[in-house]
């Protein structure tokens, strides 16, 4: 898991050509003329969520991972909470692994939480089992996007 603002992120340029590609996407997107929805920018191997939601309660989480994705998570108006462990810590399967949406949904008591506020991102590799969408103080209506990154 890595957490940074989109200002440092020319230094994960060196994690790769995707990297690359999705964090200028990030930089250079004018999102308020973007509606929500799921967008292919190199088919499926690169493709990016566009969110409008509500936070909800820390008590109402899911500790979700992926196999096929890295998650880039990039708040662009409001703050989530989002939780965050190590694959090997969550034992409990909730919903078995579905190959179609590449999401298992875990239990683990191993944890912790950060605050992501806007311009923020987080990366969650396939060993990040994650929490998001998760109020801070109160909840509030967030926009984010979901960098999709096929490994």
């Known amino acids: 898991m890595i957490y940074d603002k989109l ?3 020319e230094q994960y340029f ?3 050509e ?3 590609k999705a964090f200028n996407f990030l930089k250079n997107t004018d999102f308020t003329s973007i509606e929500d929805g799921s967008y292919e920018i190199d088919g499926k191997d690169f493709y990016v969520n566009i969110q409008s939601l509500q936070t909800k309660p820390i008590e109402e989480k899911k500790w979700e991972v992926h196999r096929k994705y890295i998650d880039i998570q990039y708040v662009i108006n409001g703050k989530e909470k989002m939780g965050y462990g ?3 810590d969550f034992k409990e399967v909730i919903t078995p692994y579905d190959d179609k949406k590449d999401v298992e949904f875990l239990n683990g008591e191993k944890f912790n939480f950060v605050d992501v506020e806007e311009n923020n991102f987080v990366i969650f590799y396939p060993n990040d089992v994650h929490a998001p969408m998760l109020a801070c103080d109160e909840m509030m209506d ?3 996007v979901i960098v999709k990154i096929k490994i």
Request: some cysteine; proline content about 0%; glycine content about 6%.
């Open 86 to 88: 190590i694959l090997e």
């Open 142 to 144: 967030i926009r984010k």
């Open 7 to 9: 200002s440092n992120c």
């Open 18 to 20: 995707k990297f690359k």
């Open 14 to 16: 060196a994690l790769g």
